[in-house]
């Protein structure tokens, strides 16, 4: 989980985060930003790091702790991730994903 300035007291459902903006085709662009809620600390970020590289087709991150934006890379040549995969991993680490943008 997050840590104690960050870190969300319920974490919300599948089923909640899938109602939102978040679907399930696989992004065609080569890469994502992510805005994370509450990621203030190395230990969130590595928290995220570690979630979002489990993610299959996410090849590279970058993360800026000043603005909470986090940059996806994905793997060329094999499929990429849908928004909803990148939306429940973030959220499994306690935080709240305020936005996914692809260039």
Do not use: W
């Not at 997050?2 to 969300?8: L, N, R, V």
């Not at 679907?23 to 590595?46: F, H």
Request: glycine residues 8%.
């Amino acid at each position: 989980a997050g840590c104690q300035s960050g870190e969300a007291t319920n974490a919300r459902t599948a089923n909640q985060i899938a109602g939102e903006q978040y679907d399930n085709r696989p992004i065609t662009e080569n890469s994502a930003t992510l805005t994370v809620q509450g990621m203030s600390c190395p230990k969130c970020a590595n928290n995220i790091d570690l979630a979002l590289g489990e993610v299959a087709g996410v090849e590279k991150l970058n993360i800026d702790l000043s603005s909470g934006q986090v940059k996806v890379n994905f793997e060329p040549n094999k499929p990429h991730p849908s928004r909803l995969q990148l939306a429940q991993a973030v959220e499994k680490t306690g935080f709240t994903l305020a936005g996914i943008t692809t260039p």
